[in-house]
């Protein structure tokens, strides 16, 4: 193994920089597409206080544990690992913490740049006026046409290599000239452009029922599985057990205040879901009922539907599209980082060449959940495509062990002392809560979460036609989640689900939600052939 790169890899030079890159990574797809189903369907002001109390004392936590490992060895998360591990004179073992958190990062990175390849694809969609009129049977064909036509791959491979060079162009650029100018840009001004397209759903005349869904106390509304969907929502949203928190946490300027930063980014990621969800909500919608939609049916189809009958429909879709692209792009310039970072600590390769090896190889795997939605959509595996697996693996085991290893680490192998010099100053019943959140609350909690995941993917897998093994087995674990939107799959939404396409779907398929929109058959094609169907996307992850 080459000797690891033992320079300080790279470094903010603004304090501010590290909550706008903080803020760039956690709005993400589930702010849009996700968050405001599940905020409907809880109890609207009600589920939005009890996701904010979720990342206060769940998640928020485990936040600063990652930056602050970053922050106090100035490395990556394997080598912070590796330090501490040293330090701590315990197995070598716990180095799986940081390994395993490199690869969720790249198999997270992989398949989010599918999305934003199709969000792209959108705003030139929206331009060319290709939804203006369009109904919802038209605009499921122009998604099927560009997502899973087996004949039209090629395209869809093009938006996908464009997209993905627009993430390594910056990479490429380094830490201060590309990815802190970047994103010092371009995350304001996406909130900037969310402020103005909010305005627009405000003035024509729907908000009153967007509020009314979101905002508005619904008591009724609220179980216990309101409180489980709020925890998997803040759980998977923040980016967590992927080394992002970790090598932000290495960058910070020496005289940015962390905690205060993790915090007011928390806060942020909650404002921004409300009006994201605001805006979605009233444009996407007639402003009187929800339906139930969420995911792609919500963004890619019911979306354009909608603002197609609008005057200048060019310009807004475009515009809507463009703050989609924008959200995705610094979400994967985030979660592009720590395996960067990992391989020039590792090799000791130039910035340039890290870069650009780590985008060929994420470009390479990304075909592989691209051509899952067309050519391999029939080419199963215990009955699941490439990408479904892929993102099964990352969110129900990768994510969920990384941040395990973590907080077990931190809280029962490094000493108490060690563990509060890591942390920094802070009050002492801050300290104190931290301390044992790390050690007795986090580990538990986020082992169900994973189970939980996990079991209901595979009892998904098992609905559609699965041949695995557990599916010999009474699965029941999760039987009661399709109605409470934690998971979306099987037409229940971190990461409800639906499916940007599949070619060839038969009748074993995950059955389509009810509020699914279905594609008018071809003249050519089978009745339901290339349908996005639902159950193949956890929105959690993206």
Same mark, same amino acid.
């Given at each position: 193994?080459?000797?690891?790169?033992?320079?300080?890899?790279?470094?903010?030079?603004?304090?501010?920089?590290?909550?706008?890159?903080?803020?760039?990574?956690?709005? $993400? #797809?589930?702010?849009?597409?996700?968050?405001?189903? &599940?905020?409907?369907?809880?109890?609207?002001?009600?589920?939005?206080?009890?996701?904010?109390?979720?990342?206060?004392?769940?998640?928020?936590?485990?936040?600063?544990?990652?930056?602050?490992?970053?922050?106090?060895?100035?490395? $990556?998360?394997?080598?912070?690992?590796?330090?501490?591990?040293?330090?701590?004179?315990?197995?070598?073992?716990?180095?799986?913490?940081?390994?395993?958190? !490199?690869?969720?990062?790249?198999?997270?990175?992989?398949?989010?740049?599918?999305?934003?390849? !199709?969000?792209?694809?959108?705003?030139?969609?929206?331009?060319?006026?290709?939804? =203006?009129?369009?109904?919802?049977?038209?605009?499921?064909?122009?998604?099927?046409?560009?997502?899973?036509?087996? %004949?039209?791959?090629?395209?869809?491979?093009?938006?996908?290599? &464009?997209?993905?060079?627009?993430?390594?162009?910056?990479?490429?650029?380094?830490?201060?000239?590309?990815?802190?100018?970047?994103?010092?840009?371009?995350?304001?001004?996406?909130?900037?452009?969310?402020?103005?397209?909010?305005?627009?759903?405000?003035?024509?005349?729907?908000?009153?029922?967007?509020?009314?869904?979101?905002?508005?106390?619904?008591?009724?509304?609220? =179980?216990?599985?309101?409180?489980?969907?709020?925890?998997?929502?803040?759980?998977?949203?923040?980016?967590?057990?992927?080394? @992002?928190?970790?090598?932000?946490?290495?960058?910070?300027?020496?005289?940015?205040?962390?905690?205060?930063?993790?915090?007011?980014?928390?806060?942020?990621?909650?404002?921004?879901?409300?009006?994201?969800?605001?805006?979605?909500?009233?444009? +996407?919608?007639?402003?009187?009922?929800?339906?139930?939609?969420? $995911?792609?049916?919500?963004?890619?189809?019911? #979306?354009?539907?909608?603002?197609?009958?609008?005057?200048?429909?060019?310009?807004?879709?475009?515009?809507?599209?463009?703050?989609?692209?924008?959200?995705?792009?610094?979400?994967?310039?985030?979660?592009?980082?720590?395996?960067? $970072?990992?391989?020039?600590?590792?090799?000791?390769?130039?910035?340039?060449?890290? +870069?650009?090896?780590?985008?060929?190889?994420?470009?390479?795997?990304?075909?592989?959940? #691209?051509?899952?939605?067309?050519?391999?959509?029939?080419?199963?595996?215990? *009955?699941?495509?490439?990408?479904?697996?892929?993102?099964? !693996?990352?969110?129900?085991?990768?994510?969920?062990?990384?941040?395990?290893?973590?907080?077990?680490?931190?809280?029962?192998?490094?000493?108490? =002392?060690?563990?509060?010099?890591?942390?920094?100053?802070?009050?002492?019943?801050?300290?104190?809560?931290?301390?044992?959140?790390?050690?007795?609350?986090?580990?538990?909690?986020?082992?169900?979460? *994973?189970?939980?995941?996990?079991?209901?993917?595979?009892?998904? &897998?098992?609905?559609? %036609?699965?041949?695995?093994?557990?599916?010999?087995?009474?699965?029941? @674990?999760?039987?009661?989640?399709?109605?409470?939107?934690?998971?979306?799959?099987?037409?229940?939404?971190?990461?409800?689900?639906?499916?940007?396409?599949?070619?060839?779907?038969?009748?074993?398929?995950?059955?389509?939600?009810?509020?699914?929109?279905?594609? +008018?058959?071809?003249?050519?094609?089978?009745?339901?052939?290339?349908?996005?169907?639902?159950?193949?996307?956890?929105?959690?992850?993206?």
């Amino acid at each position: 193994m080459p000797t690891p790169y033992q320079t300080p890899i790279g470094s903010f030079t603004r304090p501010t920089t590290f909550f706008w890159a903080a803020v760039g990574a956690t709005v $993400g #797809l589930a702010n849009l597409w996700q968050f405001p189903y &599940l905020a409907s369907l809880h109890g609207g002001g009600l589920f939005i206080l009890l996701y904010l109390a979720c990342l206060l004392l769940v998640t928020l936590p485990l936040m600063v544990t990652e930056a602050t490992l970053g922050r106090y060895s100035r490395h $990556g998360i394997v080598l912070a690992m590796d330090g501490f591990i040293r330090s701590a004179k315990v197995s070598r073992w716990w180095m799986s913490a940081g390994r395993l958190g !490199i690869l969720a990062a790249f198999l997270v990175l992989s398949f989010t740049v599918v999305f934003g390849a !199709i969000a792209l694809a959108y705003v030139f969609f929206g331009a060319m006026g290709k939804f =203006s009129g369009v109904d919802q049977g038209g605009a499921t064909a122009i998604l099927s046409g560009l997502v899973s036509d087996p %004949g039209e791959y090629r395209l869809f491979m093009g938006w996908h290599a &464009l997209f993905l060079i627009l993430v390594i162009w910056v990479s490429i650029q380094g830490v201060v000239k590309g990815l802190e100018r970047t994103l010092r840009v371009v995350v304001p001004g996406t909130l900037l452009l969310m402020l103005g397209l909010f305005a627009l759903a405000a003035s024509h005349g729907r908000i009153d029922g967007a509020v009314s869904h979101l905002l508005e106390m619904h008591p009724e509304d609220v =179980s216990l599985d309101s409180v489980k969907a709020a925890l998997f929502h803040a759980f998977f949203t923040l980016g967590l057990g992927m080394g @992002v928190w970790a090598i932000f946490g290495a960058y910070t300027a020496p005289n940015t205040r962390l905690k205060r930063s993790i915090l007011a980014v928390v806060l942020m990621d909650t404002l921004v879901a409300m009006i994201a969800g605001l805006m979605i909500f009233a444009m +996407a919608t007639d402003g009187s009922s929800f339906d139930g939609e969420r $995911g792609f049916g919500l963004l890619f189809v019911s #979306l354009p539907v909608t603002l197609g009958q609008l005057p200048a429909s060019q310009f807004v879709i475009a515009a809507v599209f463009l703050m989609v692209v924008m959200i995705v792009w610094t979400t994967s310039l985030a979660v592009m980082e720590p395996v960067v $970072g990992w391989f020039r600590e590792w090799t000791g390769a130039p910035r340039g060449w890290s +870069a650009l090896i780590v985008g060929l190889a994420v470009w390479l795997t990304g075909l592989a959940s #691209l051509l899952s939605f067309n050519l391999w959509a029939d080419d199963r595996f215990a *009955g699941a495509t490439v990408f479904r697996w892929l993102e099964l !693996i990352t969110g129900g085991l990768l994510i969920p062990a990384v941040a395990i290893l973590i907080s077990v680490f931190t809280g029962w192998r490094l000493t108490r =002392s060690l563990s509060h010099r890591i942390l920094g100053q802070a009050p002492a019943f801050f300290a104190a809560i931290w301390y044992w959140v790390m050690r007795l609350v986090l580990p538990v909690v986020v082992a169900y979460i *994973g189970i939980q995941y996990t079991a209901f993917s595979l009892t998904n &897998l098992c609905d559609a %036609g699965s041949d695995g093994i557990w599916c010999g087995q009474p699965a029941t @674990v999760m039987s009661d989640m399709n109605d409470e939107g934690v998971l979306v799959e099987g037409g229940a939404d971190t990461p409800g689900g639906e499916v940007p396409g599949e070619a060839g779907s038969g009748p074993s398929e995950a059955p389509e939600d009810a509020s699914s929109p279905k594609k +008018a058959p071809a003249a050519d094609s089978a009745p339901g052939e290339n349908d996005p169907k639902d159950g193949d996307i956890l929105y959690h992850s993206v």
